[in-house]
């Protein structure tokens, strides 16, 4: 298994301003995963973070707005730029050792985030 | 369309009573996940299956890929088994898929 830690654990921010999420884990993992969960919903798919590289952005995520860093095995950064209230989410990261299916994915404990 | 349909959305049972969740899928997969997410959001795996049975404590899960329909069992349910439980499908060669979640509140 991994151990995931993310950080902050909640915050509450106002309209227009940034907030940057990091993600530890305990050992080298090949990828990294941002994941939104906004009231009520399920999971989706922000981006893939590569090590060494741009992060891979889903459909309806932009770079601009959610800028991903990743400067090793072990660690990722997700930035929610110019936040509005409707970006109040658990934002939670993901790790898996490798890409096939019987890779299993593994959580982190989730930044419950309120745009004021 | 929602490729995992997971039943029900809400629940709420008395400590001891077995608890059964289901999970229906659309699409052809790889293999099948449940997680646990708790109040505060995180979440811990619990089961990664492609066929048959696993078992894990009062846990179980069990899936029939040709009926694309997975459940979850908790026997001897206790309050601290309270929280969300979220099924999610791996495609093949495609990114993970998950349900809404199904929320269990188990009365002490």
């Known amino acids: 298994s991994a151990v995931i830690s993310q950080k902050p654990s909640r915050d509450i921010c106002q309209r227009g301003t940034s907030l940057t999420i990091q993600c530890q884990v305990d050992s080298q993992v090949t990828m990294m995963f941002w994941y939104r969960q906004q009231p009520g919903q399920s999971l989706t798919l922000i981006a893939t973070a590569n090590q060494g590289s741009e992060a891979t952005y889903e459909s309806g995520f932009v770079i601009d707005k959610f800028p991903i860093s990743r400067p090793n095995l072990t660690f990722s950064t997700l930035t929610v730029s110019n936040m509005s209230p409707e970006d109040s989410s658990i934002y939670l990261c993901s790790v898996a050792r490798g890409n096939t299916p019987a890779d299993e994915q593994f959580f982190g404990p989730g930044t419950r985030l309120t745009v004021l | 369309k929602n490729e995992v349909e997971q039943s029900p959305q809400n629940l709420t049972a008395q400590e001891g009573e077995f608890i059964t969740i289901n999970c229906s899928y659309s699409?052809?997969?790889?293999?099948l996940h449940w997680l646990q997410q708790h109040p505060g959001g995180g979440i811990v795996s619990l089961f990664m299956?492609?066929?048959g049975k696993k078992k894990h404590g009062r846990l179980i899960a069990t899936i029939n890929i040709q009926e694309k329909h997975s459940s979850l069992h908790i026997t001897a349910s206790h309050p601290r088994d309270s929280a969300v439980y979220i099924c999610a499908v791996r495609p093949r060669d495609d990114k993970i898929i998950f349900g809404k979640g199904t929320r269990l509140h188990i009365l002490p």
């Open positions: 299956l492609s066929s």
């Open positions: 699409v052809g997969i790889s293999a």
